[in-house]
């Protein structure tokens, strides 16, 4: 059962038949030993809620990106579902990469879709890792009716367990005109706040209740009222925080 | 290569039951229970000559059924024994679906014999056999394992013994190769890709509300809040202590999981030699047997001089040989991962069936600012009475006694008794402000010449080996850190070892029992910066990826001397295929030879060779996935 002196190999070859190295000098002449420029791409839903309170709302945000560590493209995704009515729905898709030890720029687009006339906008933006551990995003919107806009977002993860984990988030819309299709106006237009306690049944799979407020502000305060809409809400979520 | 016996006139009794193996009945075999896969094979080759076929395994470590990758069916693969001065031959079959390669780790040979596919040949394509033949021209214990993807995670991989031709310069009665290795039920990739998401991802043992709390109350909320600010500014974390965890790993000992309890047999009053190899792809371990002294005679195949130890830390792909004295029936062979997040266990007994208590996992180590490379306090010296505050504050959170510090050597400095200073940390603690002290004289010093006092080293040309200014580094995208104050960490045994009251072998230790300088001071030095981005989960040298630096160019003859800095708050084991380095670790003309050093944080250290082999050798951080995303060069030796 030892293999000394056993089985010659029928195929056996020497180094030397193998194809030669095309550029001796070359770090690697037979090729790359690995692939350091993998493409990894992952899809993360960071809110898939059901808002309940004076009225009640299906709500989703998420994205998706691809790519190697220099160069990545990201979709985003978000709105919300009433009443067979999505409203805040904003698609993004960018083109990302590094420019520091925490932080990306991102430039692209982007596309309000929902149940109210669609807008187009440019759109460029800084996301990152801020001291403290603040996940934060600014982003600039501009229209090719001189519209521009503005978003900013912010999310922090407290480990109450290794498990258990509180989320407060906030997201602020500005915009510079009234965009009364849209119900929009100038100014702080809303916000979005939430505080989130997610376990993590595993990393990918974490279901979450918490609290949710909305405001509107200014023009858009005055167009929901009109349209007979809360303008300060606070309701209770349940959810899933998902990824892959 | 010859090596040159010491004690020359000891008489060997030493039994080495894998030359039994060849010809006696398995039961005789000292790799009984060897090995997961098929039972028939043999677990322990010998020879001159080898056949060896690298496929898929079905294999159930956890309870689910998993392709292994194996050699001859077996996990890790079987014993190879050579014999020093032979020429060996060994023809790998690949029956894969993919290409494959055998690299023979630590073993001095020619480079198109060395299987690192890319550098030295073009691999081995499936249905493809390849020849390795060369002459071994070393001894000691070694192993080897698949250069190709991530093959060696899982399961190609297997040990190597190469038997001296002269006298040994220690006696023993019996030779167990006791291999740890760290296996997975998901896919590699997908490991790497989850750390690319979140890289914290596999890290259970985080700081928490629960901590917070705790470390309130031992050390005031103001400290506590101080603490938390000062990492959280920084953006890094002190829990991070290994990528992949036992959240996904199974630590094998021999292919055995613990319950599984892999046993090596002695007869009481035996000599035992224990032959220790991380094969691991990623895990740290920190290996006791309690009740058991140790004494190191090897490292990384070379003899040393003898020390006796309680307790070592085994970097990926280093090997440490060491002699036991079993006197009671039973003994657990213990080897913890450096995060605490599990253990390899196995039992060294009388006879089969019998197991010694398993002791508690020791506490989480946390990162501290000399893991920063912020040089720190002066006593983080693995010299017992000089334990820095952190390590004791570990401790306590364990309920565990600390003990009382004693003054610390370097600098006489003792923190327990100065008024209003936090004890685990250097937030707000301004060394250059602080009238009288001179934090870190040893590290300073030593950081600025590595490895050994100024006297002894003359200064030679240094250039960073990608031609690049480490304060450059700062801010890139690929690095997180930049050690500022890099010091000379080799006498310390590791984060969660020092202090912890028990013997720990550290490099310092490690003195060959031969000259090994015969080659003299090195003519010039090259610098490797270890960089590399946590949040991104990003890592190379010098802030690059192998895909971003060419080859790093060396004469052939040269004599050069490698100098690492660590700027990472990782340990990273940097492998240098093809050849021996000597450690410059204040041994005079006996530095240790080594092919592995597993670097500390902050630590600045060097190692000198001379580069009598023409090729191309990798140059790369042995923690697989690192590897695989870039921390690797090529030394270009002609």
């Not at chain 1, 059901?50 to 985003?76: M, Q, V």
């Not at chain 2, 040089?375 to 309920?399: F, N, R």
Request: proline share 7%.
């Amino acid at each position: 059962m030892v293999a000394i002196g056993l089985v010659p190999a029928a195929q056996a070859q020497m180094a030397a038949d193998h194809s030669m190295p095309s550029a001796p000098s070359s770090a690697a002449p037979f090729g790359a030993p690995f692939d350091d420029e993998h493409i990894f791409y992952h899809a993360v839903l960071d809110q898939l809620e059901g808002r309940f309170g004076a009225n009640n709302s299906f709500r989703w945000e998420g994205e998706a990106w691809g790519g190697t560590d220099e160069n990545r493209i990201w979709l985003k995704s978000e709105g919300e579902l009433s009443q067979g009515l999505v409203s805040d729905g904003i698609q993004q898709l960018f083109y990302s990469r590094p420019i520091s030890t925490y932080f990306d720029a991102q430039v692209g687009a982007r596309y309000d879709l929902d149940s109210l006339p669609g807008r187009g906008w440019g759109a460029f933006g800084i996301e990152g890792l801020a001291p403290l551990f603040f996940k934060v995003a600014a982003t600039g919107y501009v229209s090719g009716d001189g519209h521009l806009a503005a978003r900013l977002e912010a999310s922090y993860d407290l480990l109450l367990t290794q498990r258990l984990i509180l989320q407060p988030q906030i997201e602020m819309n500005f915009y510079t005109k009234d965009d009364p299709a849209r119900h929009i106006g100038s100014g702080l237009s809303d916000i979005d706040a939430g505080l989130r306690l997610r376990y993590e049944i595993s990393r990918k799979f974490a279901p979450y209740a918490g609290v949710v407020y909305q405001g509107k502000f200014g023009g858009t305060a005055d167009f929901a009222r009109a349209e007979g809409e809360a303008t300060n809400e606070v309701r209770f979520v349940l959810g899933v925080r998902t990824w892959w | 290569m010859s090596k040159n016996i010491r004690c020359g006139t000891l008489g060997r009794r030493q039994f080495v039951e894998g030359l039994a193996v060849a010809t006696a009945a398995t039961a005789l075999s000292p790799t009984r229970g060897w090995a997961t896969g098929e039972g028939s094979r043999p677990s322990t080759l010998l020879g001159d000559r080898f056949d060896l076929t690298v496929g898929s395994t079905p294999l159930n470590v956890t309870g689910r059924s998993r392709l292994a990758t194996t050699v001859n069916g077996l996990l890790p693969g079987p014993i190879l024994r050579f014999r020093e001065g032979d020429l060996v031959t060994l023809n790998v079959r690949n029956t894969l679906q993919e290409p494959t390669s055998i690299h023979w780790h630590g073993i001095v040979l020619p480079n198109a014999m060395d299987g690192v596919p890319g550098l030295t040949f073009r691999g081995i394509m499936p249905g493809e056999t390849f020849t390795y033949r060369f002459p071994v021209r070393q001894s000691g214990t070694y192993w080897y394992h698949s250069h190709s993807g991530m093959q060696e995670q899982t399961g190609l991989y297997g040990p190597l013994i190469l038997e001296p031709r002269g006298r040994e310069p220690y006696l023993y009665d019996r030779d167990h190769v006791v291999m740890l290795s760290d296996w997975t039920d998901e896919d590699p990739m997908t490991i790497v890709s989850n750390l690319k998401q979140q890289s914290d991802y596999y890290n259970f043992g985080q700081r928490s509300l629960g901590t917070f709390l705790k470390d309130t109350k031992r050390d005031g909320l103001a400290a506590t809040v101080d603490d938390r600010l000062m990492w959280g500014q920084m953006r890094m974390s002190p829990t991070d202590i290994m990528d992949v965890s036992g959240a996904t790993y199974t630590f094998l000992m021999n292919g055995k999981a613990p319950g599984a309890n892999w046993t090596g047999l002695f007869d009481p009053g035996q000599r035992v030699r224990l032959r220790f190899i991380n094969g691991s792809s990623m895990s740290t371990f920190d290996i006791r047997i309690p009740g058991l002294e140790m004494t190191v005679v090897q490292a990384d195949g070379s003899d040393v001089d003898p020390v006796a130890v309680e307790e070592f830390r085994i970097g990926v792909a280093e090997t440490y040989d060491v002699i036991v004295r079993p006197t009671q029936s039973a003994y657990t062979i213990f080897a913890q991962a450096e995060d605490r997040s599990g253990y390899a266990r196995g039992t060294l007994a009388a006879r089969e069936g019998l197991a010694a208590a398993v002791p508690p996992l020791d506490p989480r180590p946390l990162r501290t600012m000399t893991d920063m490379g912020m040089g720190g306090m002066a006593h983080g010296g693995s010299s017992p009475g000089g334990i820095g505050t952190h390590k004791m504050d570990d401790m306590d959170k364990q309920g565990t006694p600390a003990t009382p510090p004693g003054p610390a050597p370097t600098s006489g400095m003792d923190h327990s008794k100065m008024p209003g200073m936090p004890q685990q940390d250097m937030s707000g603690m301004d060394h250059s402000k602080m009238p009288g002290m001179s934090h870190d004289m040893n590290g300073m010093d030593q950081g600025k010449m590595p490895g050994a006092p100024a006297a002894q080293q003359a200064i030679i040309p240094t250039s960073n080996a990608d031609g690049v200014d480490p304060k450059s580094l700062a801010g890139k995208p690929s690095v997180d850190n930049v050690a500022m104050e890099p010091r000379n960490r080799l006498a310390e045994a590791g984060d969660g070892l020092d202090g912890n009251g028990r013997r720990t072998l550290t490099y310092a230790d490690l003195r060959s029992i031969k000259p090994t300088t015969q080659g003299g001071p090195p003519t010039r030095a090259i610098e490797f910066h270890l960089t590399g981005n946590m949040q991104r989960w990003i890592w190379g040298f010098n802030g690059k990826k192998f895909s971003e630096a060419g080859p790093i160019a060396v004469k052939l003859g040269e004599r050069i001397r490698f100098v690492l800095i660590n700027d990472t708050m990782m340990e990273h084991p940097i492998h240098l295929h093809g050849y021996l380095f000597e450690v410059e670790n204040n041994q005079g003309n006996r530095l240790p030879l080594k092919h592995t050093i597993n670097v500390k944080p902050g630590e600045r250290m060097s190692f000198v060779f001379t580069a009598d082999a023409p090729g191309h050798w990798a140059f790369h951080c042995h923690l697989l996935y690192h590897m695989e995303m870039g921390m690797f060069r090529t030394v270009l030796v002609s």
